[in-house]
């Protein structure tokens, strides 16, 4: 992750970018970015989308890491590793969603 | 990361989750996701959103782990490492988007 | 159309949020009630989705509300009209997409 | 309305798309095609989104358009009219957002 963010953080100052850059651009950017994740979802049956084609998986990978380049940029600019944050956001889940109470059950936390 | 990953399945197993997440749903919940950073952003101007409030920050932080958890978890389902599909695709974008061109533009490599 | 365009205007002046309402922004929060949308949705099978109760159905009518609501003051803002908008637009869809060439299939235009 | 509602359905049955147009991928469509509004307006200041050249508004007018469709092809598969929609909501949101105590605030019902 270091590796990363160091590497996007000398991407954007070689270009000047760092103007754009700005926390609510960048949550702009990274909407956009998810959007062009879910365009090759979008007609796939749910079971379609457990079975790409290796070209289809390629320029998904693509998306994925576009992603993670503009939600490491974003989270980088607000002083957040986004890893320990995923990992701190999964340990108040547990305790929002008990496991023996929401076994098998799509519900979200306000609806039980 | 592999840790997070890790994390993150067996917390989908322990609820029987992974009947609802197929990568079709993964990216429609990553979207969601995203929207909740977005809608933090989306009445503040640009200089506002690099001066959050600590409270502000804090939620904004579990939005961002929440994000990183969904992209961690599809990604996963398609056998890819969102920090190594970063790293491939800062390198593609290195060779979009020539620092001496752009240096100071927005424009996307389509519009120059 | 005119109607809701004109209610929709007086209820920004009458708060005096023009100032926040931006093209930019609005735009931002159109995506976000989109989200909102997308959330009722992301852990239904396609067939669930053609079955909602009605208690659901009466949120998501909220929810395209909200969505109309900002679409038609996003347009309004650009001086456009968005059923006008869509008109042009089906006509344009006509061309690339010839009902002979692409019955039953979902490609995208660029894809055939 | 009625027109532009019928008009795209008459668009969809002529390619045999009613099978990929349910409404959880219709929603998903929706949520694209705002994304490509959104990626106008991305780097902007929210000056500049006031003050479009001509060529970006009538691109942003398509998208407007293609939002427009989906949001009609959604709705209406579901029976609802988007403008009937926005019209009711524009009454509880103003029972949600009272002028007097609003005024000039963009915060939301919740912060109040």
Redesign the interface.
């Known amino acids: ?1 270091e ?2 963010r160091s ?2 953080s000398a ?1 954007i100052q ?4 760092e ?2 850059h ?4 960048l ?6 970015e ?14 379609e ?2 079975n ?1 084609l290796p070209e289809k ?1 390629a320029e ?3 998306e ?6 503009y ?2 940029e ?2 980088d ?2 002083g ?1 590793d ?2 320990e ?6 340990a ?3 305790q929002k ?1 008990p ?1 023996e109470v ?3 059950k ?1 519900s979200k936390y306000s609806e039980y």
Chains 1, 2, 3, 4 share one sequence.
């Open positions: 992750m590796d990363l590497t996007i991407f070689e270009r000047d970018w103007q754009f700005s926390p609510k651009n949550a702009m950017a990274l909407s956009v998810v959007a062009e994740i879910v365009e090759h979802f979008q007609w796939l049956t749910e079971e989308s457990q790409l998986l998904i990978r693509e994925i890491g576009d992603v993670m380049i939600l490491t974003l989270a600019s607000l957040i986004p890893v944050a995923a990992k701190a956001k999964v108040i889940n547990g969603y496991a929401l076994r098998g799509a």
